[in-house]
Protein backbone atom coordinates (compact mmCIF):
# COMPACT_ATOMS: atom_id res chain seq x y z
CA UNK A 1 0.00 0.00 0.00
CA UNK A 2 1.33 3.57 -0.74
CA UNK A 3 -0.62 6.88 -0.25
CA UNK A 4 0.62 10.74 -1.86
CA UNK A 5 -1.91 13.66 -1.39
CA UNK A 6 -4.97 12.33 -2.53
CA UNK A 7 -3.46 8.89 -4.52
CA UNK A 8 -3.67 5.80 -2.68
CA UNK A 9 -2.71 2.55 -4.30
CA UNK A 10 -3.52 -1.07 -2.52
CA UNK A 11 -1.47 -3.59 -3.82
CA UNK A 12 -0.91 -7.32 -3.12
CA UNK A 13 1.91 -8.94 -4.92
CA UNK A 14 0.85 -12.60 -4.22
CA UNK A 15 -3.30 -13.81 -3.71
CA UNK A 16 -3.61 -16.56 -1.53
CA UNK A 17 -5.74 -18.90 -1.48
CA UNK A 18 -6.96 -19.33 -5.30
CA UNK A 19 -4.89 -22.17 -7.43
CA UNK A 20 -2.46 -20.60 -9.07
CA UNK A 21 -0.42 -17.32 -9.02
CA UNK A 22 -1.64 -13.81 -9.55
CA UNK A 23 -1.28 -10.46 -7.82
CA UNK A 24 -3.80 -7.67 -7.68
CA UNK A 25 -3.58 -3.62 -7.97
CA UNK A 26 -6.31 -0.83 -6.95
CA UNK A 27 -5.65 2.67 -7.70
CA UNK A 28 -6.89 5.44 -6.49
CA UNK A 29 -7.01 9.54 -6.84
CA UNK A 30 -9.06 12.28 -5.26
CA UNK A 31 -11.04 9.92 -3.47
CA UNK A 32 -11.99 7.57 -6.68
CA UNK A 33 -10.78 4.38 -7.87
CA UNK A 34 -8.85 4.89 -11.25
CA UNK A 35 -7.81 1.82 -12.09
CA UNK A 36 -7.77 -2.06 -11.22
CA UNK A 37 -5.99 -5.07 -12.24
CA UNK A 38 -5.84 -8.61 -11.77
CA UNK A 39 -2.78 -9.52 -12.96
CA UNK A 40 -1.47 -13.31 -13.88
CA UNK A 41 2.09 -13.96 -14.01
CA UNK A 42 1.65 -17.67 -13.82
CA UNK A 43 4.00 -18.94 -16.36
CA UNK A 44 2.65 -19.68 -19.74
CA UNK A 45 1.00 -22.69 -20.56
CA UNK A 46 1.59 -25.24 -23.75
CA UNK A 47 -1.57 -27.12 -23.80
CA UNK A 48 -3.11 -26.00 -26.95
CA UNK A 49 0.65 -26.17 -28.89
CA UNK A 50 1.37 -29.60 -27.29
CA UNK A 51 -2.05 -31.26 -28.23
CA UNK A 52 -1.36 -30.27 -32.03
CA UNK A 53 0.20 -33.51 -33.91
CA UNK A 54 -1.17 -35.71 -30.87
CA UNK A 55 -3.75 -38.23 -31.82
CA UNK A 56 -7.37 -37.36 -30.86
CA UNK A 57 -7.61 -40.09 -28.44
CA UNK A 58 -4.86 -38.25 -25.97
CA UNK A 59 -6.65 -35.24 -25.55
CA UNK A 60 -8.67 -36.60 -22.50
CA UNK A 61 -5.12 -37.80 -20.79
CA UNK A 62 -3.48 -34.42 -21.63
CA UNK A 63 -6.33 -32.20 -20.87
CA UNK A 64 -6.81 -33.81 -17.77
CA UNK A 65 -2.93 -32.24 -16.48
CA UNK A 66 -3.93 -28.73 -17.36
CA UNK A 67 -5.73 -28.56 -13.53
CA UNK A 68 -5.23 -31.37 -10.40
CA UNK A 69 -8.77 -29.60 -8.94
CA UNK A 70 -10.59 -30.32 -11.94
CA UNK A 71 -9.48 -32.97 -14.45
CA UNK A 72 -12.54 -34.13 -14.82
CA UNK A 73 -13.94 -30.96 -16.63
CA UNK A 74 -11.53 -30.98 -18.88
CA UNK A 75 -11.43 -34.33 -19.89
CA UNK A 76 -15.44 -34.10 -20.16
CA UNK A 77 -14.97 -31.35 -22.82
CA UNK A 78 -12.51 -32.86 -24.76
CA UNK A 79 -14.63 -35.96 -25.22
CA UNK A 80 -17.73 -34.03 -26.17
CA UNK A 81 -15.55 -31.93 -28.37
CA UNK A 82 -13.70 -35.19 -30.34
CA UNK A 83 -16.59 -36.86 -30.51
CA UNK A 84 -18.69 -34.16 -31.94
CA UNK A 85 -15.77 -34.06 -34.44
CA UNK A 86 -16.96 -37.61 -35.13
CA UNK A 87 -20.18 -37.15 -35.49
CA UNK A 88 -20.42 -39.60 -32.27
CA UNK A 89 -23.01 -40.09 -29.80
CA UNK A 90 -23.02 -41.89 -26.67
CA UNK A 91 -25.71 -43.65 -25.10
CA UNK A 92 -27.80 -43.05 -22.28
CA UNK A 93 -25.74 -45.60 -19.59
CA UNK A 94 -22.53 -44.12 -20.57
CA UNK A 95 -23.86 -39.90 -20.37
CA UNK A 96 -25.01 -41.44 -16.83
CA UNK A 97 -21.60 -42.60 -15.54
CA UNK A 98 -20.06 -39.64 -17.33
CA UNK A 99 -22.89 -37.05 -14.73
CA UNK A 100 -21.84 -39.11 -12.20
CA UNK A 101 -17.92 -38.91 -12.61
CA UNK A 102 -18.61 -35.18 -12.75
CA UNK A 103 -20.79 -34.90 -9.40
CA UNK A 104 -17.84 -36.21 -7.69
CA UNK A 105 -15.33 -33.33 -9.13
CA UNK A 106 -17.93 -30.64 -8.39
CA UNK A 107 -18.42 -32.07 -4.69
CA UNK A 108 -15.12 -32.20 -3.58
CA UNK A 109 -13.94 -28.58 -5.72
CA UNK A 110 -16.88 -26.59 -4.06
CA UNK A 111 -16.11 -27.94 -0.51
CA UNK A 112 -12.72 -27.26 -0.99
CA UNK A 113 -13.32 -23.75 -2.58
CA UNK A 114 -16.09 -22.96 0.50
CA UNK A 115 -14.43 -24.16 3.77
CA UNK A 116 -10.65 -24.03 2.46
CA UNK A 117 -10.24 -21.07 0.39
CA UNK A 118 -13.84 -18.63 0.93
CA UNK A 119 -15.17 -18.99 4.20
CA UNK A 120 -11.93 -17.52 5.87
CA UNK A 121 -12.85 -14.13 4.49
CA UNK A 122 -16.13 -14.10 6.08
CA UNK A 123 -14.39 -14.63 10.08
CA UNK A 124 -11.26 -12.51 9.33
CA UNK A 125 -8.87 -15.23 9.34
CA UNK A 126 -6.02 -15.80 7.23
CA UNK A 127 -6.81 -19.57 6.59
CA UNK A 128 -8.70 -22.37 7.43
CA UNK A 129 -6.08 -23.49 10.29
CA UNK A 130 -7.33 -20.01 11.90
CA UNK A 131 -10.61 -21.29 11.06
CA UNK A 132 -10.43 -24.43 12.69
CA UNK A 133 -8.77 -23.33 15.60
CA UNK A 134 -12.54 -21.48 15.98
CA UNK A 135 -15.03 -24.29 14.57
CA UNK A 136 -13.43 -27.07 13.85
CA UNK A 137 -16.19 -29.14 13.00
CA UNK A 138 -17.18 -27.03 10.43
CA UNK A 139 -13.61 -27.42 8.66
CA UNK A 140 -13.85 -31.11 9.44
CA UNK A 141 -17.53 -31.56 7.85
CA UNK A 142 -15.93 -29.41 4.77
CA UNK A 143 -12.94 -32.08 4.58
CA UNK A 144 -15.24 -35.08 4.74
CA UNK A 145 -17.25 -33.73 2.09
CA UNK A 146 -14.50 -33.28 -0.29
CA UNK A 147 -13.28 -36.51 0.67
CA UNK A 148 -16.43 -38.24 -0.96
CA UNK A 149 -15.85 -36.11 -3.62
CA UNK A 150 -12.89 -38.09 -4.11
CA UNK A 151 -14.27 -41.04 -3.62
CA UNK A 152 -16.91 -41.02 -6.00
CA UNK A 153 -14.37 -39.78 -8.42
CA UNK A 154 -11.57 -42.76 -7.90
CA UNK A 155 -14.45 -45.27 -8.12
CA UNK A 156 -15.49 -43.81 -11.17
CA UNK A 157 -12.12 -42.71 -13.04
CA UNK A 158 -9.70 -44.72 -11.15
CA UNK A 159 -8.04 -41.97 -8.92
CA UNK A 160 -9.37 -38.60 -7.71
CA UNK A 161 -6.94 -36.60 -9.51
CA UNK A 162 -6.24 -36.54 -13.09
CA UNK A 163 -8.90 -39.87 -13.53
CA UNK A 164 -7.22 -42.55 -15.88
CA UNK A 165 -10.44 -44.47 -16.94
CA UNK A 166 -11.92 -41.87 -18.89
CA UNK A 167 -11.54 -42.16 -22.91
CA UNK A 168 -13.25 -41.23 -25.70
CA UNK A 169 -16.41 -42.78 -26.43
CA UNK A 170 -16.71 -43.50 -22.08
CA UNK A 171 -14.47 -45.13 -20.16
CA UNK A 172 -12.40 -48.66 -20.08
CA UNK A 173 -13.92 -50.32 -17.67
CA UNK A 174 -17.63 -49.81 -15.56
CA UNK A 175 -16.98 -49.92 -11.94
CA UNK A 176 -19.44 -52.88 -10.26
CA UNK A 177 -22.37 -52.64 -9.10
CA UNK A 178 -21.41 -53.18 -6.04
CA UNK A 179 -18.60 -50.10 -5.98
CA UNK A 180 -20.69 -47.95 -7.09
CA UNK A 181 -23.61 -48.84 -4.56
CA UNK A 182 -21.29 -49.13 -1.79
CA UNK A 183 -21.27 -45.09 -2.65
CA UNK A 184 -24.82 -44.69 -1.47
CA UNK A 185 -24.31 -44.16 2.48
CA UNK A 186 -21.20 -42.07 2.05
CA UNK A 187 -23.14 -39.94 -0.59
CA UNK A 188 -26.36 -39.87 2.05
CA UNK A 189 -23.90 -37.77 4.49
CA UNK A 190 -22.93 -35.95 2.86
CA UNK A 191 -26.12 -34.49 1.53
CA UNK A 192 -26.71 -34.08 4.95
CA UNK A 193 -23.30 -32.15 5.18
CA UNK A 194 -24.47 -30.03 2.51
CA UNK A 195 -27.48 -29.09 3.81
CA UNK A 196 -26.06 -27.77 7.15
CA UNK A 197 -23.48 -26.30 4.98
CA UNK A 198 -26.10 -23.93 2.81
CA UNK A 199 -27.42 -23.02 6.51
CA UNK A 200 -23.99 -22.44 7.75
CA UNK A 201 -22.96 -19.88 4.82
CA UNK A 202 -26.44 -18.36 4.75
CA UNK A 203 -25.42 -16.87 7.98
CA UNK A 204 -22.61 -15.24 7.16
CA UNK A 205 -22.18 -11.19 6.81
CA UNK A 206 -22.64 -10.24 3.13
CA UNK A 207 -21.38 -6.64 2.53
CA UNK A 208 -24.58 -5.45 0.32
CA UNK A 209 -22.90 -5.02 -3.31
CA UNK A 210 -24.45 -6.25 -6.50
CA UNK A 211 -22.68 -6.43 -9.72
CA UNK A 212 -24.48 -5.54 -13.00
CA UNK A 213 -23.65 -8.84 -14.74
CA UNK A 214 -24.35 -10.38 -17.85
CA UNK A 215 -24.70 -13.98 -17.33
CA UNK A 216 -23.48 -16.98 -19.25
CA UNK A 217 -23.97 -20.67 -18.67
CA UNK A 218 -24.87 -24.22 -20.80
CA UNK A 219 -28.43 -25.24 -20.45
CA UNK A 220 -30.20 -28.28 -20.39
CA UNK A 221 -33.74 -28.08 -20.31
CA UNK A 222 -34.32 -31.74 -19.03
CA UNK A 223 -31.34 -31.21 -15.82
CA UNK A 224 -29.25 -29.02 -14.27
CA UNK A 225 -26.51 -28.04 -16.88
CA UNK A 226 -22.76 -30.18 -15.91
CA UNK A 227 -21.77 -32.66 -17.95
CA UNK A 228 -23.48 -31.21 -21.48
CA UNK A 229 -26.34 -29.07 -22.43
CA UNK A 230 -27.95 -28.15 -26.30
CA UNK A 231 -27.53 -24.87 -25.70
CA UNK A 232 -25.61 -22.04 -24.52
CA UNK A 233 -27.77 -19.10 -23.16
CA UNK A 234 -26.75 -15.28 -21.54
CA UNK A 235 -29.26 -13.53 -19.47
CA UNK A 236 -29.60 -10.90 -22.21
CA UNK A 237 -30.89 -13.18 -24.54
CA UNK A 238 -28.34 -15.37 -26.06
CA UNK A 239 -29.12 -18.66 -26.85
CA UNK A 240 -26.92 -20.46 -29.61
CA UNK A 241 -25.24 -23.79 -29.91
CA UNK A 242 -21.67 -24.71 -28.26
CA UNK A 243 -20.33 -24.21 -32.02
CA UNK A 244 -21.50 -21.04 -32.20
CA UNK A 245 -20.98 -19.73 -28.90
CA UNK A 246 -16.98 -20.49 -29.77
CA UNK A 247 -16.80 -18.52 -32.65
CA UNK A 248 -18.71 -15.62 -30.79
CA UNK A 249 -15.93 -15.89 -27.97
CA UNK A 250 -13.07 -13.17 -28.48
CA UNK A 251 -9.64 -13.49 -26.37
CA UNK A 252 -7.27 -10.90 -26.23
CA UNK A 253 -3.87 -10.45 -24.60
CA UNK A 254 -2.87 -7.48 -22.34
CA UNK A 255 0.54 -7.47 -21.33
CA UNK A 256 -0.07 -7.81 -17.51
CA UNK A 257 -1.43 -10.89 -18.05
CA UNK A 258 -0.59 -14.32 -18.76
CA UNK A 259 -4.38 -15.42 -19.14
CA UNK A 260 -6.16 -14.46 -22.17
CA UNK A 261 -9.06 -12.29 -21.23
CA UNK A 262 -12.27 -13.21 -23.10
CA UNK A 263 -15.38 -10.97 -24.72
CA UNK A 264 -18.71 -12.11 -26.56
CA UNK A 265 -18.46 -10.70 -29.76
CA UNK A 266 -20.93 -7.52 -29.71
CA UNK A 267 -21.86 -7.72 -26.58
CA UNK A 268 -18.45 -7.17 -24.12
CA UNK A 269 -17.64 -8.92 -20.68
CA UNK A 270 -19.59 -11.89 -19.03
CA UNK A 271 -19.54 -13.94 -16.10
CA UNK A 272 -19.49 -17.59 -16.10
CA UNK A 273 -19.63 -19.78 -12.60
CA UNK A 274 -22.34 -20.38 -10.17
CA UNK A 275 -24.03 -17.09 -9.75
CA UNK A 276 -24.50 -17.81 -14.15
CA UNK A 277 -26.17 -21.13 -13.64
CA UNK A 278 -28.24 -20.17 -10.64
CA UNK A 279 -29.70 -17.65 -12.44
CA UNK A 280 -30.27 -19.05 -15.68
CA UNK A 281 -30.59 -22.61 -14.72
CA UNK A 282 -32.38 -22.74 -11.18
CA UNK A 283 -35.87 -24.17 -12.24
CA UNK A 284 -33.50 -27.15 -13.95
CA UNK A 285 -32.24 -27.75 -9.72
CA UNK A 286 -33.38 -31.01 -7.86
CA UNK A 287 -36.00 -30.06 -5.48
CA UNK A 288 -34.21 -30.54 -2.27
CA UNK A 289 -31.35 -27.67 -3.62
CA UNK A 290 -34.07 -25.19 -4.72
CA UNK A 291 -36.34 -25.78 -1.01
CA UNK A 292 -32.11 -25.28 0.43
CA UNK A 293 -31.98 -21.89 -1.49
CA UNK A 294 -35.20 -20.19 -0.59
CA UNK A 295 -34.65 -21.42 2.79
CA UNK A 296 -31.20 -19.46 2.48
CA UNK A 297 -33.30 -16.21 1.26
CA UNK A 298 -31.72 -16.67 -2.61
CA UNK A 299 -33.88 -14.86 -5.48
CA UNK A 300 -34.39 -16.40 -8.59
CA UNK A 301 -31.05 -14.61 -9.54
CA UNK A 302 -28.10 -13.74 -6.76
CA UNK A 303 -26.27 -10.81 -8.14
CA UNK A 304 -23.94 -10.20 -5.18
CA UNK A 305 -20.71 -11.72 -5.32
CA UNK A 306 -19.53 -12.48 -2.09
CA UNK A 307 -23.39 -14.66 -1.62
CA UNK A 308 -21.86 -16.52 -4.38
CA UNK A 309 -20.71 -19.25 -1.43
CA UNK A 310 -24.32 -19.82 -0.91
CA UNK A 311 -24.85 -20.41 -4.25
CA UNK A 312 -22.02 -22.57 -4.38
CA UNK A 313 -23.04 -24.18 -1.74
CA UNK A 314 -26.83 -25.05 -3.14
CA UNK A 315 -24.82 -26.84 -5.71
CA UNK A 316 -23.08 -28.88 -3.99
CA UNK A 317 -26.31 -29.77 -2.32
CA UNK A 318 -27.34 -30.84 -5.73
CA UNK A 319 -24.11 -32.43 -6.81
CA UNK A 320 -24.70 -34.98 -4.02
CA UNK A 321 -28.24 -35.26 -4.72
CA UNK A 322 -27.79 -35.99 -8.21
CA UNK A 323 -24.71 -38.67 -7.54
CA UNK A 324 -27.52 -40.82 -5.42
CA UNK A 325 -30.31 -40.74 -7.89
CA UNK A 326 -27.20 -41.89 -10.21
CA UNK A 327 -25.95 -44.37 -8.31
CA UNK A 328 -29.32 -45.47 -7.48
CA UNK A 329 -29.88 -46.16 -11.26
CA UNK A 330 -26.64 -47.24 -12.37
CA UNK A 331 -26.62 -49.69 -14.98
CA UNK A 332 -23.06 -50.33 -16.08
CA UNK A 333 -22.39 -49.24 -20.06
CA UNK A 334 -21.97 -52.32 -22.01
CA UNK A 335 -19.53 -51.96 -23.59
CA UNK A 336 -18.20 -49.21 -21.72
CA UNK A 337 -17.02 -46.89 -24.67
CA UNK A 338 -18.12 -47.07 -28.25
CA UNK A 339 -15.38 -46.16 -31.22
CA UNK A 340 -14.96 -42.71 -31.99
CA UNK A 341 -13.48 -42.87 -35.36
CA UNK A 342 -10.94 -40.02 -36.92
CA UNK A 343 -12.42 -38.04 -40.18
CA UNK A 344 -11.44 -34.15 -40.48
CA UNK A 345 -13.87 -32.44 -39.51
CA UNK A 346 -13.92 -29.86 -36.42
CA UNK A 347 -15.32 -30.59 -33.25
CA UNK A 348 -16.52 -28.56 -30.55
CA UNK A 349 -17.22 -28.94 -26.77
CA UNK A 350 -18.23 -27.37 -23.84
CA UNK A 351 -18.97 -28.42 -20.22
CA UNK A 352 -19.77 -26.47 -16.66
CA UNK A 353 -16.52 -26.94 -14.36
CA UNK A 354 -17.05 -25.98 -10.96
CA UNK A 355 -15.74 -22.63 -11.51
CA UNK A 356 -18.18 -21.96 -14.50
CA UNK A 357 -18.30 -22.65 -17.97
CA UNK A 358 -14.90 -24.82 -20.08
CA UNK A 359 -14.77 -24.48 -23.64
CA UNK A 360 -12.65 -26.74 -25.99
CA UNK A 361 -11.98 -26.58 -29.91
CA UNK A 362 -10.50 -29.40 -31.82
CA UNK A 363 -9.38 -30.07 -35.61
CA UNK A 364 -8.49 -33.00 -36.40
CA UNK A 365 -7.38 -34.64 -39.61
CA UNK A 366 -8.16 -37.80 -41.76
CA UNK A 367 -4.93 -39.06 -39.78
CA UNK A 368 -6.46 -38.62 -36.38
CA UNK A 369 -4.16 -36.07 -35.63
CA UNK A 370 -5.02 -32.75 -34.10
CA UNK A 371 -3.59 -29.83 -35.98
CA UNK A 372 -5.36 -27.28 -34.20
CA UNK A 373 -6.85 -27.07 -30.67
CA UNK A 374 -8.45 -24.01 -28.42
CA UNK A 375 -9.08 -24.61 -24.66
CA UNK A 376 -11.05 -21.16 -23.51
CA UNK A 377 -11.16 -21.93 -19.23
CA UNK A 378 -13.58 -20.18 -16.42
CA UNK A 379 -11.59 -18.20 -15.15
CA UNK A 380 -10.10 -16.15 -18.73
CA UNK A 381 -14.58 -15.68 -19.35
CA UNK A 382 -14.50 -14.55 -15.88
CA UNK A 383 -11.25 -12.01 -15.47
CA UNK A 384 -12.93 -8.94 -16.45
CA UNK A 385 -16.10 -9.46 -14.35
CA UNK A 386 -13.79 -10.20 -11.73
CA UNK A 387 -12.27 -6.55 -12.13
CA UNK A 388 -15.16 -5.22 -12.11
CA UNK A 389 -16.12 -6.19 -9.08
CA UNK A 390 -12.95 -5.02 -7.78
CA UNK A 391 -13.34 -1.64 -8.72
CA UNK A 392 -17.40 -1.96 -7.39
CA UNK A 393 -15.82 -3.38 -3.87
CA UNK A 394 -12.84 -1.35 -3.57
CA UNK A 395 -15.35 2.03 -4.43
CA UNK A 396 -17.66 0.96 -1.48
CA UNK A 397 -15.04 0.55 1.04
CA UNK A 398 -12.39 3.47 0.01
CA UNK A 399 -13.16 4.72 3.95
CA UNK A 400 -11.37 1.75 5.60
CA UNK A 401 -8.26 1.66 6.35
CA UNK A 402 -5.86 0.02 4.62
CA UNK A 403 -5.70 -3.58 5.62
CA UNK A 404 -9.34 -3.67 5.77
CA UNK A 405 -10.02 -2.93 2.27
CA UNK A 406 -7.10 -4.83 1.27
CA UNK A 407 -8.34 -7.79 2.48
CA UNK A 408 -12.02 -6.93 1.16
CA UNK A 409 -10.49 -6.83 -2.62
CA UNK A 410 -8.93 -10.09 -1.88
CA UNK A 411 -12.04 -11.56 -1.23
CA UNK A 412 -13.52 -9.62 -4.50
CA UNK A 413 -11.10 -12.19 -5.99
CA UNK A 414 -11.93 -15.38 -4.29
CA UNK A 415 -16.09 -14.51 -4.42
CA UNK A 416 -15.33 -16.23 -8.20
CA UNK A 417 -12.39 -18.95 -7.16
CA UNK A 418 -9.89 -17.99 -9.77
CA UNK A 419 -8.28 -21.21 -11.29
CA UNK A 420 -5.32 -19.01 -12.17
CA UNK A 421 -2.75 -22.02 -13.72
CA UNK A 422 -6.17 -23.18 -15.79
CA UNK A 423 -6.28 -19.60 -17.19
CA UNK A 424 -2.51 -19.00 -18.23
CA UNK A 425 -1.78 -19.52 -21.77
CA UNK A 426 1.45 -19.50 -24.30
CA UNK A 427 1.60 -15.80 -25.71
CA UNK A 428 2.59 -15.10 -29.23
CA UNK A 429 4.89 -12.30 -28.68
CA UNK A 430 5.54 -9.72 -32.19
CA UNK A 431 8.47 -7.66 -31.07
CA UNK A 432 8.53 -4.54 -32.85
CA UNK A 433 12.14 -2.49 -33.48
CA UNK A 434 11.92 0.93 -34.66
Known sequence: MSHGRGERTISVQGLSRVEGEGSLRVEVHDGRVEDVALEIFEPPRYFEALLRGRRHSEAPEITARICGICPVAYQMSACAALEDAAGVEVGPSIRALRRLLYCGEWIQSHSLHVYLLHAP????????????????????????????????????????VHPVNVRLGGFYRAPSYEAVAALTEPLSRAREAALATVVWVSGFD?????????????????????????????????????????ELVDEEHVMRSTALQARLRGRGHYLTGPL???????????????????????????????????????ELVAACDEALRLVAEYEPPRPPAIEVGATASVGVGVTEAPRGLLLQRYEVGDDGLISRARIVPPTSQNQLSIEDDLRRTASAA????DAELTARCEQAIRNHD??????AHFLDVTVERR
Open 121 to 160: DFFGYHDAVELAEHDRGAVERGLKLKRTGNLLMETVGGRA
Open 206 to 246: FPDLEGDYRFVALHDPGAYAIEGGSTILSSDGLDVSPARFE
Open 276 to 314: ARYALNGAQLPAIAREAASAAGLRAVCANPFRSIVVRSV
Open 398 to 401: LAEP
Open 418 to 423: PCISCA
